[in-house]
């Protein structure tokens, strides 16, 4: 007779039953829980609402929290038995110990997770291997009223009990539930996977009369099969524990002090069960709130990285944005987190570790390589839409052809089960098994927190030899990836960005946290170098201390779900308010270091009204409005100060016109239309056109939007667009300026904009107030350009790209919106045009037309994202010759940084030349020093420069402070090579690669 048919509902249905026989609950715990709206420390544990709770009873609202303190005693008929508690609050919780250090985390089972991947709760509580019978029960457990992903999950304690726990059941339950998944993933009909049908099937019969003897057979049954190892293998896996923690996303950032707690203390109690178990963690600034809030716990993690089972992961202080963040910022975020691990731990990180970023600007190869950073990982590629990354290891060739080697794990997940299931996409996807032997499963429960529980290390020991599947071995990711790089020559390349084809919304979300970030990271700039300048010149001290805490805090407001704008309300509502305090505090300190400077300059002639400071190296001749309404043309050396006398100037006359439907100046003649929106910008100079023929500029277009945070439709713009509707418009003339102010509204939103063109300028600016309260729209301004080229140039952190404005490929298609710092431009060999900005992100070009991406308003996660009133300037400007020979990136460089006006006076400390000086100077073209700033570790200037326009370069760099020598470093401040000065003029010459960055350590 057939075979009986072996049905998998029937195998699946046996693995629940044996999982409901594991626990038997046999004694409630009494309940006391003391419910505040914020967390208290666990000294201040009572000091909350005293509520008496059972389960089924409410003890908050969302964001609440409280210390539960749990009583009772276990009963004598469990004696000689495993006992456990089981809890679950229907919230995050932390039990801690009598001294007041996290012991282990626990989270509600009902929670939001992607649940192919496994559930995420914890709900286990150790009390006891063998009980005595009578032990007391008396724990604190603080918690918050949220899942692991922030929601609210009725804020009721589900249980709170004592159990037993059937240890065999529990080994039986994992016995069948690796084998089960095997049996369901492997896509084959072998006699390995009979057996092992036939097998599970034999232990559904056993377990329909459960005892002790049909689990003990049951056990030994699959046993055989768990028994089977590979042959020789082909590949093996390494498999490290992780728990992916967003410093903040769908929960404040206070929550996250307290996941990574919870987090952190289960790994270890993990440990202390599961001698194989390694486990990673990136980001020194959760490491950093450990380390302050629970000493203890810090340095039990601290002796479990000494003995290698713990890896400190990462190079940079948090996973950041890599797109929007400046250059600068991304060294610092290099900078400040290795010398974190390297501190703390005495590791020298070689691993990026990034698994969950919004894409990889091509910046980042370099800053990597100089930073002595080997290896990237990351998984997001995975998530794009119309094109698979053609690879899982290859060598990442950024903008200036630094190559780094990078992995993308196969599983395509840092959240893996490490189930059967796992290891056999890792090894069935792996795009590179041809001419790599090694891949990555990245295991445990992430992005709230938790990590790996003890799920994950009953089936790791049940897989890491199981015949049919690749070897698996738990150790750290950078023994994986220096096994990984043995096989290097045989790698592909990809050259360029990585860009990833979703999240494209997040180039534009949450616009005013976007303009605090460019404001501060400029402002930092302008406050390192006076602050150098004042040091160096013996006027002033260096803030060094203060700055270290200010920059800390803004790169951590780069992490990857606040800086791109895909938060809950509260953390932007939070960090505003933090940027807008940091922010004033890094202009008072740079007004004070220019005071300071400005103190030592000595006078000459006329009476000093004020002192110009120029950041830029070169010098700046342009129009200024010194702030108390009057005009000076000035004239400022590179990177240095003029000092400008009192006596009133007298204003030539100027070539200007301005009418409600003209601005007119030597240079440029624009035309504006009845509907506000520009006909015309024609080039005086060069009499052409700028604009395309018949179409028209600036206009303020409204798309229908109802994506989320991180997407918008794609094809929201096949709708068309409703235009702004003009309600006034006024022209003056203010000294060089002629201006149109234009008043705008629809819906419930109205805008402002200054339109203006200054004496000797071809910049059309265009300064913006809008109050936008538009619920799923999307706000852009439209400019077609005269311009016929196949590729937009893109200014990105270190140089620029050119992406393309065709659509020709799925490729060109899915690169609907770029990312573009201060400027963007579509240029052909004699003539182009430049969109300069000073805090937008997002672009999109096509054909001729560049659309700037100005305001969105989704409605999740935050359901007010950007409905308030919002600041922001950008300009049009034409050029003759393409931008690199028309040195674009100078244009957008002076948009976002003025000239500082400091008024003369005070007592000289130290001693600066007089009415001009230049104290950091360039000769040659094409190079920028994007930082000056005080060395880390010693009396030294670091000058940063970098390579603007793709080309080689040489360049004389003339440092005119008093210095004793100079030297090139690495990134991290490191000295690699001496320099000479120049034979008589005392400059360095420096030699420059295409997108080069060069650091030179000058020592005072």
């Given at each position: 007779?057939?075979?009986?048919?072996?049905?998998m509902?029937?195998?699946?249905?046996?693995?629940?039953?044996?999982?409901?026989?594991?626990?038997?609950?046999?004694?409630?715990?009494?309940i006391?829980?003391?419910?505040?709206?914020?967390?208290?420390?666990?000294?201040?544990?009572?000091?909350?609402?005293?509520l008496?709770?059972?389960?089924?009873d409410?003890?908050?609202e969302r964001?609440?929290?409280?210390?539960?303190?749990?009583?009772?005693?276990?009963?004598?008929?469990?004696?000689?038995?495993?006992?456990?508690?089981?809890?679950?609050v229907?919230?995050?919780?932390?039990?801690?110990d009598?001294?007041?250090?996290?012991?282990?985390?626990?989270?509600?089972?009902?929670?939001?997770?992607?649940?192919?991947?496994?559930?995420?709760?914890?709900?286990?509580?150790?009390?006891?291997?063998?009980?005595?019978?009578?032990?007391?029960?008396d724990?604190?457990?603080?918690?918050?009223?949220?899942?692991?992903f922030?929601?609210?999950?009725?804020?009721?304690?589900?249980?709170?009990?004592?159990?037993?726990?059937?240890?065999e059941?529990?080994?039986?339950?994992?016995d069948?539930e690796?084998?089960?998944?095997?049996?369901?993933?492997?896509?084959?009909?072998?006699?390995?996977?009979?057996?092992?049908?036939?097998?599970?099937y034999?232990?559904?019969?056993?377990?329909r009369?459960?005892?002790?003897?049909t689990?003990?057979?049951?056990?030994?049954?699959?046993?055989?099969?768990?028994?089977?190892?590979g042959?020789?293998?082909?590949?093996?896996?390494?498999?490290?524990?992780?728990?992916?923690?967003?410093?903040?996303?769908?929960?404040?950032?206070?929550?996250?002090?307290?996941?990574?707690?919870?987090?952190?203390?289960?790994?270890l109690?993990?440990?202390?069960?599961?001698?194989?178990?390694?486990?990673?963690?990136?980001?020194?600034?959760?490491?950093?709130?450990?380390?302050?809030?629970?000493?203890?716990?810090?340095?039990?993690?601290?002796q479990?990285?000494?003995?290698?089972?713990?890896?400190?992961?990462?190079?940079?202080?948090?996973?950041?944005?890599?797109?929007?963040?400046?250059?600068?910022?991304?060294?610092?975020?290099?900078?400040?987190g290795?010398?974190?691990?390297?501190?703390?731990?005495?590791l020298?990180?070689?691993m990026?570790?990034?698994?969950?970023?919004?894409?990889?600007?091509?910046?980042?190869?370099?800053?990597?390589?100089?930073?002595?950073?080997?290896y990237?990982?990351?998984?997001?590629l995975?998530?794009?839409?119309?094109?698979?990354?053609?690879?899982?290891?290859?060598?990442?060739?950024?903008?200036?052809?630094?190559?780094?080697?990078?992995?993308?794990?196969?599983?395509?997940?840092?959240?893996?089960?490490?189930?059967?299931?796992?290891?056999?996409?890792?090894?069935?996807?792996?795009?590179d098994?041809?001419?790599?032997?090694h891949?990555l499963?990245?295991?445990?429960?992430?992005?709230?927190?938790?990590?790996?529980?003890?799920?994950h290390?009953?089936?790791?020991a049940?897989?890491?030899?199981?015949?049919?599947?690749?070897?698996?071995?738990?150790?750290?990711?950078?023994?994986?990836?220096?096994?990984?790089?043995?096989?290097?020559?045989?790698?592909?390349?990809?050259?360029?960005?990585?860009?990833?084809?979703k999240?494209?919304?997040?180039?534009?979300?949450?616009?005013?946290?976007?303009?605090?970030?460019?404001?501060?990271?400029k402002?930092?700039?302008?406050?390192?170098?006076?602050?150098?300048?004042?040091?160096?010149?013996?006027?002033?001290?260096?803030?060094?201390?203060?700055?270290?805490?200010?920059?800390?805090e803004?790169?951590?407001?780069?992490?990857?779900?606040?800086?791109?704008?895909?938060?809950i309300?509260?953390?932007?509502?939070?960090?505003?308010?933090?940027?807008?305090?940091?922010?004033?505090?890094?202009?008072?300190?740079?007004?004070?270091?220019?005071?300071?400077?400005a103190?030592?300059?000595?006078?000459?002639?006329?009476?000093?009204?004020a002192?110009?400071?120029n950041?830029?190296?070169?010098?700046?001749?342009?129009?200024?409005?010194?702030?108390?309404?009057?005009?000076?043309?000035?004239?400022?050396?590179?990177?240095g100060y003029?000092?400008?006398?009192?006596?009133?100037?007298?204003?030539?006359a100027?070539?200007?016109?301005?009418?409600?439907?003209?601005?007119?100046?030597?240079?440029?003649?624009?035309?504006?239309?009845?509907?506000?929106s520009?006909?015309?910008?024609?080039?005086?100079?060069?009499?052409?056109?700028t604009?395309?023929?018949?179409?028209?500029?600036?206009?303020?277009?409204?798309y229908k939007?109802?994506?989320?945070?991180?997407?918008?439709?794609?094809?929201?713009a096949a709708?068309?667009?409703?235009?702004?509707?003009?309600?006034?418009?006024?022209?003056?003339?203010?000294?060089?300026?002629?201006?149109?102010?234009?008043r705008?509204?629809?819906?419930?939103?109205?805008?402002?904009?200054?339109?203006?063109?200054?004496?000797?300028?071809?910049?059309?600016?265009?300064?913006?107030?809008a109050?936008w309260q538009?619920?799923?729209?999307?706000?852009r301004?439209?400019?077609?350009?005269?311009?016929?080229?196949?590729a937009?140039?893109?200014?990105?952190?270190?140089?620029?790209?050119?992406?393309?404005?065709h659509?020709?490929?799925m490729?060109?298609?899915?690169?609907?919106?770029?990312?573009?710092?201060?400027?963007?431009?579509?240029?052909?060999?004699?003539?182009?045009?430049?969109?300069?900005?000073?805090?937008?992100?997002?672009?999109?070009?096509?054909?001729?037309?560049v659309?700037?991406?100005?305001?969105?308003?989704p409605?999740?996660?935050?359901?007010?994202?950007?409905?308030?009133?919002?600041?922001?300037?950008y300009?049009l400007?034409?050029?003759?010759?393409?931008?690199?020979?028309?040195?674009v990136?100078?244009?957008?460089?002076?948009?976002?940084t003025?000239?500082?006006?400091?008024?003369?006076?005070g007592?000289?400390?130290?001693?600066?030349?007089?009415?001009r000086?230049?104290?950091?100077?360039?000769?040659?073209?094409?190079v920028?020093?994007?930082?000056?700033?005080?060395?880390?570790?010693e009396?030294?200037?670091?000058?940063?420069?970098?390579?603007?326009?793709?080309?080689?370069?040489?360049?004389?760099?003339?440092?005119?402070?008093?210095?004793?020598?100079?030297?090139?470093?690495?990134?991290?401040?490191?000295?690699?090579?001496t320099?000479?000065p120049?034979?008589g003029?005392?400059?360095?010459?420096?030699?420059?690669?295409?997108?080069?960055?060069?650091?030179?350590?000058?020592?005072?």
């Amino acid at each position: 007779m057939p075979h009986t048919p072996i049905k998998m509902d029937v195998l699946r249905r046996t693995l629940q039953g044996i999982e409901s026989r594991i626990y038997t609950k046999v004694a409630p715990l009494a309940i006391t829980a003391y419910a505040t709206k914020e967390p208290v420390v666990f000294a201040e544990r009572e000091s909350g609402e005293r509520l008496e709770l059972n389960a089924g009873d409410k003890w908050g609202e969302r964001w609440d929290c409280a210390w539960f303190h749990f009583r009772g005693q276990v009963p004598e008929s469990a004696a000689g038995q495993k006992v456990v508690l089981l809890l679950d609050v229907n919230g995050e919780l932390c039990i801690f110990d009598d001294e007041g250090t996290p012991l282990q985390g626990l989270t509600n089972v009902n929670s939001e997770f992607d649940l192919t991947l496994g559930l995420p709760g914890k709900r286990v509580f150790p009390v006891a291997d063998n009980a005595a019978g009578g032990e007391v029960i008396d724990l604190w457990g603080d918690a918050g009223n949220n899942d692991l992903f922030g929601y609210y999950r009725s804020g009721t304690v589900k249980e709170a009990d004592i159990a037993i726990c059937r240890e065999e059941v529990r080994q039986l339950y994992y016995d069948y539930e690796v084998l089960l998944d095997y049996a369901e993933h492997i896509e084959d009909k072998s006699a390995r996977t009979a057996r092992i049908m036939q097998a599970l099937y034999d232990v559904s019969l056993l377990l329909r009369n459960p005892s002790d003897e049909t689990v003990a057979e049951a056990r030994r049954l699959l046993g055989t099969e768990l028994a089977k190892q590979g042959g020789d293998p082909t590949m093996t896996a390494t498999a490290v524990g992780h728990a992916h923690i967003d410093l903040a996303w769908l929960w404040p950032i206070r929550e996250t002090y307290r996941k990574g707690a919870r987090t952190f203390a289960t790994v270890l109690r993990l440990m202390e069960r599961y001698p194989d178990y390694v486990f990673g963690a990136s980001q020194p600034q959760l490491y950093q709130w450990v380390k302050e809030q629970h000493p203890k716990l810090y340095a039990q993690i601290k002796q479990r990285v000494a003995e290698g089972r713990w890896e400190v992961q990462g190079a940079m202080w948090v996973e950041p944005d890599s797109n929007i963040a400046g250059g600068e910022a991304l060294i610092r975020q290099i900078l400040l987190g290795k010398r974190f691990f390297k501190e703390e731990f005495g590791l020298d990180m070689r691993m990026l570790w990034v698994p969950d970023i919004f894409g990889y600007t091509a910046s980042l190869p370099q800053l990597l390589k100089q930073s002595g950073v080997d290896y990237v990982m990351t998984q997001k590629l995975s998530w794009s839409i119309h094109n698979d990354h053609p690879h899982h290891t290859f060598f990442w060739e950024g903008l200036d052809g630094s190559r780094i080697l990078t992995h993308l794990p196969p599983e395509d997940t840092y959240n893996g089960p490490a189930l059967p299931r796992s290891i056999m996409k890792a090894e069935r996807d792996y795009y590179d098994k041809n001419v790599s032997d090694h891949c990555l499963v990245v295991f445990g429960i992430g992005d709230g927190g938790g990590g790996p529980g003890e799920e994950h290390m009953e089936r790791l020991a049940r897989v890491k030899n199981l015949q049919g599947l690749i070897p698996v071995k738990q150790e750290p990711a950078i023994d994986f990836f220096d096994k990984l790089n043995a096989n290097r020559d045989r790698y592909k390349t990809w050259k360029g960005e990585l860009y990833l084809e979703k999240h494209q919304g997040t180039l534009t979300s949450q616009a005013r946290n976007k303009r605090f970030n460019r404001k501060l990271e400029k402002a930092l700039r302008e406050l390192e170098f006076a602050a150098s300048l004042a040091f160096a010149a013996g006027t002033g001290s260096y803030p060094a201390e203060e700055l270290d805490r200010i920059w800390k805090e803004m790169l951590l407001y780069q992490f990857h779900d606040i800086l791109p704008g895909s938060s809950i309300t509260r953390v932007f509502d939070e960090s505003l308010a933090r940027y807008e305090e940091l922010l004033s505090r890094v202009n008072e300190l740079a007004a004070g270091a220019y005071r300071d400077a400005a103190s030592a300059v000595t006078a000459s002639g006329a009476a000093r009204a004020a002192v110009l400071f120029n950041s830029l190296p070169w010098a700046r001749k342009e129009w200024l409005n010194t702030g108390k309404g009057e005009w000076r043309q000035v004239d400022v050396p590179a990177m240095g100060y003029a000092v400008v006398d009192s006596e009133q100037p007298t204003l030539p006359a100027f070539e200007l016109q301005a009418a409600n439907d003209s601005l007119e100046n030597d240079l440029i003649r624009v035309a504006f239309l009845a509907d506000g929106s520009i006909g015309s910008v024609y080039d005086k100079a060069l009499g052409r056109e700028t604009l395309a023929p018949g179409e028209r500029a600036n206009v303020l277009a409204i798309y229908k939007d109802d994506g989320d945070a991180w997407d918008f439709p794609e094809d929201y713009a096949a709708a068309g667009f409703e235009q702004m509707k003009l309600t006034a418009s006024q022209a003056i003339i203010d000294g060089p300026q002629a201006i149109v102010e234009q008043r705008y509204a629809c819906g419930k939103s109205t805008l402002t904009q200054r339109i203006s063109l200054t004496a000797g300028s071809k910049q059309l600016t265009f300064a913006t107030e809008a109050d936008w309260q538009e619920d799923g729209r999307m706000l852009r301004s439209i400019f077609p350009l005269n311009v016929y080229t196949d590729a937009a140039n893109c200014e990105i952190q270190f140089g620029h790209m050119k992406r393309p404005t065709h659509r020709n490929t799925m490729w060109d298609y899915a690169k609907d919106e770029i990312c573009a710092h201060q400027w963007i431009d579509l240029s052909q060999p004699d003539f182009g045009a430049a969109i300069l900005n000073d805090c937008k992100y997002g672009y999109s070009a096509n054909g001729h037309t560049v659309s700037v991406h100005l305001l969105r308003s989704p409605s999740f996660p935050d359901p007010v994202c950007d409905r308030a009133v919002h600041q922001f300037s950008y300009a049009l400007l034409p050029h003759e010759g393409d931008f690199i020979a028309a040195e674009v990136y100078k244009a957008g460089y002076a948009f976002n940084t003025p000239i500082a006006v400091v008024e003369a006076g005070g007592s000289r400390t130290g001693t600066l030349p007089t009415d001009r000086f230049s104290a950091i100077a360039l000769e040659g073209r094409g190079v920028m020093i994007e930082a000056v700033k005080k060395a880390e570790d010693e009396d030294a200037l670091i000058v940063r420069l970098y390579e603007t326009s793709g080309a080689n370069a040489a360049v004389q760099l003339r440092v005119r402070l008093p210095h004793a020598s100079a030297s090139l470093t690495d990134l991290l401040e490191q000295e690699t090579e001496t320099l000479s000065p120049s034979e008589g003029d005392g400059g360095y010459g420096l030699q420059f690669t295409p997108f080069e960055i060069k650091t030179v350590k000058v020592k005072l």
